[in-house]
T-cell receptor
Framework: DGGITQSPKYLFRKEGQNVTLSCEQNLNHDAMYWYRQDPGQGLRLIYYSQIVNDFQKGDIAEGYSVSREKKESFPLTVTSAQKNPTAFYLC???????????????FGEGSWLTVV | AQKITQTQPGMFVQEKEAVTLDCTYDTSDPSYGLFWYKQPSSGEMIFLIYQGSYDQQNATEGRYSLNFQKARKSANLVISASQLGDSAMYFCAMREGQHNQGGKLIFGQGTELSVKP
């Protein structure tokens, strides 16, 4: 089935550790995104990538890093510099990004990260 | 400044009745798109409906329709014949057409809809 796969679904991190959340899509989409959602809140953009080997910071990029070495993969690393990482993380993709507003963004099922 | 505003933190509707979820937006870009997503308790974000700023007609998708009033900058979601499975959080989102913003979605705070049997 085509779609966006995030793993793991649940992840626990100790203080001071880096963790990486995986996001894979087989939709042949050019653009990929990472959003963070805190309880009872909307989504905030962390990073996005319009094309392989290129990515841009979103609104809350501090303490996070990404890579886009392959079209289908966009992993997110939550570094120890992120002071409050406990949240729900959603990966998304769309056909393209840019001036065309009609490209719907589709989401994965999300990953819950908890700091212990 | 808040780009997307959803003024209803929570809404109740009786099963089989229609409900309107409000959304207002703010942009100076003439080219933009408006989206509605549903988020059930499982957490996944489900795309419901899209309205482009240049679309002449209001978007419809099954029981979902979008009441797009461009001059008032509002894009309200109408759900007809509510079902128990419609109980979820609903998010309005906007994508501006400015090239250097790369098509990112900006989300509102959401409205929690509860459908009563």
């Amino acid at each position: 089935d085509g779609g966006i796969t995030q793993s793991p679904k649940y992840l626990f991190r100790k203080e001071g550790q880096n963790v990486t959340l995986s996001c894979e899509q087989n939709l042949n989409h050019d653009a990929m995104y990472w959003y963070r959602q805190d309880p009872g809140q909307g989504l905030r953009l962390i990073y996005y990538s319009q094309i392989v080997n290129d990515f841009q910071k979103g609104d809350i990029a501090e303490g996070y890093s990404v890579s886009r070495e392959k079209k289908e993969s966009f992993p997110l690393t939550v570094t120890s510099a992120q002071k409050n990482p406990t949240a729900f993380y959603l990966c998304a993709s769309s056909q393209g990004a840019g001036r065309r507003s009609g490209n719907t963004i589709y989401f994965g099922e999300g990953s819950w990260l908890t700091v212990v | 400044a808040q780009k997307i505003t959803q003024t209803q933190p929570g809404m109740f509707v009786q099963e089989k009745e229609a409900v309107t979820l409000d959304c207002t937006y703010d942009t100076s870009d003439p080219s933009y798109g408006l989206f509605w997503y549903k988020q059930p308790s499982s957490g996944e974000m489900i795309f419901l409906i899209y309205q482009g700023s240049y679309d002449q007609q209001n978007a419809t998708e099954g029981r979902y329709s979008l009441n797009f009033q461009k001059a008032r900058k509002s894009a309200n979601l109408v759900i007809s014949a509510s079902q128990l499975g419609d109980s979820a959080m609903y998010f309005c989102a906007m994508r501006e057409g400015q090239h250097n913003q790369g098509g990112k979605l900006i989300f509102g705070q959401g409205t929690e809809l509860s459908v009563k049997p």
